[in-house]
């Protein structure tokens, strides 16, 4: 299971960074996203990957770790939030120049 769990974290860092490192500003958003994900599943599986057991510190005798189930929440919902203001970011941009290209070609000036 850890195994699966590590490729699937190193498969989504790849994709992430693949789609980064693109030119337009919708694989970009993809990108950052997919890197998101990839770390709210590595914060997840630090807290042991346990099936079927209760969140608490008790009495239990296994018990899956409640701290990296809270920060994967919390992630969550700052990641949505900022998902939306870089669409939104980048949806004015478009509209703004009528093309969704990350950084513009230098303008080479006219040499004397």
């Known amino acids: 299971m850890e195994v ?4 699937a974290i190193g498969i989504m860092t790849a994709a992430g960074m693949y ?3 693109r030119l337009r500003t919708f694989p970009v ?5 997919l890197l998101t994900y990839a ?16 969140p608490i510190l008790g009495d239990a005798t296994t018990y ?3 701290l990296p189930q809270a920060l994967v929440l919390t992630a969550i919902v700052i990641s949505f939030g900022m ?7 980048a949806l004015g941009s478009y509209l703004g120049s ?3 290209l990350v950084n513009d070609p230098i303008e080479q000036e006219d040499a004397p």
Not at 83 to 89: E, F, G, H, Q
């Open 4 to 7: 699966l769990v590590a490729s």
């Open 19 to 21: 789609l980064v490192l």
């Open 29 to 33: 958003i993809l990108g950052v996203s």
């Open 39 to 54: 770390v709210n599943v590595f914060l997840f599986a630090s807290g042991r990957l346990t099936v079927g057991a209760p």
């Open 64 to 66: 899956a770790d409640p």
């Open 83 to 89: 998902t939306a203001v870089v669409v939104m970011i």
């Open 98 to 100: 009528d093309d969704d």
